[in-house]
């Protein structure tokens, strides 16, 4: 019993390190997180680090404590941004996902956008047309068992990254979910965005 106190009181103290680095540093990689706390807390068993829950539920109490009008600022011009972007690219059907819609945007925080489109080459065409500089990458995701290669184009507004993620029509009946142990990602529509805001 003492030694499964003991983890979880690693657990929770990696957790907490993990949240202040995600909330300080502008980190938003769970995995490089866990990692650099594991190692500031001088931990090297892989299987006590906590999972993205638990650093989400430390990093919200973090913010609260320690950033609460900062962060809801910060928050509210996030979540600003991604609307205006989901109202010019309302015609490639986007949800906002991540740590701006979750509310645990860190300082540093890229806005998250899944398009849901089955024309990848439009929304190529929409950037080139508007002269908006992107980048482009891909990113893996999880659907059921079966793992997705996707396309993310990124754009920058105002100094943020907006991460456009490109997916079919199809994809909007299967939960995703960035690994294969995590939980399905949240996503809104632009009416919910709408909602978030009006409550702030």
């Known amino acids: 019993m003492a030694k499964e106190h003991g983890r979880n009181d690693t657990r929770s103290r990696i957790a907490h390190l993990a949240a202040r680095l995600m909330a300080d540093d502008g980190i938003e990689d769970y995995a490089l997180a ?4 594991a190692r500031q807390a001088g931990m090297r068993d892989s299987r006590q680090l906590p999972t993205n829950e638990e650093i989400d539920a430390a990093l919200h109490t973090y913010q609260q ?28 059907n986007p949800y906002l996902t991540g740590s701006v819609l979750s509310g645990n945007a860190g300082k540093y925080a890229d806005i998250d956008l899944q398009l849901y489109t089955d024309n990848v080459k439009a929304l190529e065409l929409y950037l080139i047309d508007r002269r908006i500089p992107y980048r482009t990458a891909q990113s893996r995701l999880y659907s059921g068992e079966h793992v997705r290669t996707v396309p993310v184009f990124t754009v920058n507004d105002g100094g943020v990254d907006i991460q456009l993620t490109v997916l079919s029509t199809r994809d909007l009946r299967a939960p995703l979910k960035t690994s294969l142990e995590g939980k399905a990602l949240e996503r809104a529509k632009t009416r919910a965005v709408e909602a978030l805001l009006a409550q702030s």
């Open 65 to 92: 404590l320690y950033q609460e009008s900062e962060h809801r600022s910060r928050l509210k011009q996030l979540r600003e941004k991604a609307l205006g972007a989901m109202r010019a690219l309302a015609q490639f």
């Open 34 to 37: 866990k990692r650099k706390a």
